[in-house]
């Protein structure tokens, strides 16, 4: 691998041209109109234009970035996160045109991409999933009531091609159930292009804990610990932590074993995330699904193993890894991220697009990362996912890790546009989060404390 073209922006691609530079591969940027000043355009050391602002005309068009590919010479390609990332037909017509493909393979990511085909999997790897139904289809209607009163109540209705909490549904009263599903189908048929669903558990007290694996195909697989993502909020992430507090030594030994189990029955090969539902109470797990990528809270785990996962991804890509010992593999310490959004928390996390005017960041906080795909001056716009920046902190403890990080949130100073940063240091000194008693109605549980100091930010 000599020139690497990372088909996508801001902090993720900034992030990979990192690793990049320190393997001596050049690095090629590709930029929508909107982005044409931007930080990740900047980094590398090739950039060309892809295109207009909206995401389908530009990083979402294979054509394009597979053009930027030709004219630049690239031999590779990095997805990162989002966009084309986990589209199967997008590694395939990667590997059609020579390049080599930085990720899973396109059977992987198509298997597990099929929420409904990846718990049959996991089931068949002796993996614990959520009791759920099977497929209904666009307009499909007969037997949805009675698979509802099979699973459950409350539960979910969950596009069978959705991720990132994007096409969930909750379903408290068994009246409104064939029209959240009808609703659901629609919408999963205009964002995914499939418009099937099913219907899954809803644990009322769950906590969202994930594991980090990187497969080596038949060779085998490797877990790299836990990432504890249970405060969520539309469930989207917040703050994510490793290890996860209070995890009992004996489940998190079972949850690591599913995990790697998956992947050897699946031979997968790459970075991946396995990610469980967890009974708060009784801490018995299932599974919900796999994310075939590189995470956005991936920097908790290097933080805590120091491991560099991106670097482990183009070195197994271009053939310089074939494995690693899981004694090998530490966890050291604690780490957390919080994701800093332009957005307004008081009025249901708006998004609040603008200017940052001002946007400096702290110094001389032990064990602090940023990584961001801003600087002072740039314009968060419309166009795209708001987040400004991740703030990570490793510490000896959660204790330090914790208050290091609200420390960090509180010397940073972000001008220009509203957004989360005091709702951030609200949760991590929430009486609960600093207990470790954390879950994914947390916040919405917690609403009126943590919201009070966010309105006051915005009030001043």
């Not at 002796?126 to 009675?146: C, K, N």
């Not at 299932?286 to 991804?313: A, C, K, W, Y």
Request: aromatic fraction near 8%; hydrophobic fraction near 45%.
């Amino acid at each position: 691998m000599k020139k690497l073209l990372v088909a996508n922006r801001g902090e993720i691609a900034r992030r990979i041209f990192r690793s990049a530079r320190d393997l001596g591969i050049a690095t090629v940027a590709v930029y929508s109109e909107a982005d044409a000043n931007a930080a990740h355009v900047a980094d590398a050391e090739e950039a060309l234009a892809i295109g207009p602002a909206a995401a389908r005309e530009s990083y979402l068009d294979v054509s394009k970035v597979l053009d930027a590919a030709r004219q630049s010479g690239a031999d590779a390609i990095h997805p990162g996160y989002g966009f084309l990332a986990e589209n199967a037909d997008f590694a395939e017509a990667v590997i059609a045109a020579g390049l080599t493909w930085v990720g899973p393979t396109p059977e992987s990511i198509r298997a597990m991409g099929d929420k409904q085909r990846a718990r049959d999997l996991a089931k068949a790897a002796g993996v614990p999933i959520v009791p759920g139904s099977g497929r209904f289809l666009p307009g499909e209607t007969e037997g949805v009531e009675a698979a509802g009163a099979e699973v459950g109540y409350p539960l979910l209705v969950k596009a069978a091609a959705g991720g990132g909490g994007i096409g969930m549904r909750r379903v408290d009263d068994p009246a409104k159930l064939l029209e959240t599903v009808a609703a659901t189908q629609s919408m999963a048929g205009k964002a995914f292009g499939d418009g099937s669903v099913f219907l899954e558990r809803f644990v009322p007290k769950a906590r969202h804990i994930e594991i980090q694996v990187f497969g080596f195909g038949a060779a085998g697989a490797v877990h790299l610990y836990e990432r504890d993502c249970s405060l969520q909020r539309r469930f989207q992430k917040v703050i994510e932590e490793s290890p996860a507090p209070g995890l009992p030594d004996s489940v998190r030994a079972r949850m690591t074993a599913a995990a790697v189990a998956l992947c050897r029955h699946t031979a997968y090969s790459g970075a991946g995330t396995i990610e469980f539902i967890v009974d708060a109470a009784s801490f018995e797990f299932f599974f919900l699904e796999m994310n075939t990528r590189i995470q956005v809270e991936h920097p908790v785990t290097e933080m805590v193993t120091g491991q560099d996962l991106v670097s482990m991804q183009l070195r197994f890509a271009s053939g310089a890894l074939h494995g690693v010992p899981q004694a090998d593999i530490g966890c050291q310490g604690h780490a957390v991220e919080c994701r800093l959004y332009a957005e307004n928390p008081a009025k249901h996390f708006m998004p609040s697009p603008g200017t940052l005017s001002v946007f400096s960041l702290p110094a001389d906080i032990p064990g602090l990362r940023i990584d961001s795909g801003y600087r002072q001056g740039d314009s968060v716009t419309p166009f795209y996912d708001p987040m400004i920046a991740k703030i990570i902190v490793h510490g000896a403890t959660r204790h330090e890790a914790r208050t290091n990080a609200a420390k960090a949130l509180r010397e940073m100073s972000v001008q220009g546009l509203q957004t989360n940063r005091t709702f951030l240091i609200a949760c991590l000194e929430n009486e609960s989060f600093v207990t470790g008693d954390v879950y994914t109605s947390f916040i919405d549980e917690h609403r009126i404390d943590l919201l009070s100091a966010a309105e006051e930010e915005i009030a001043s």
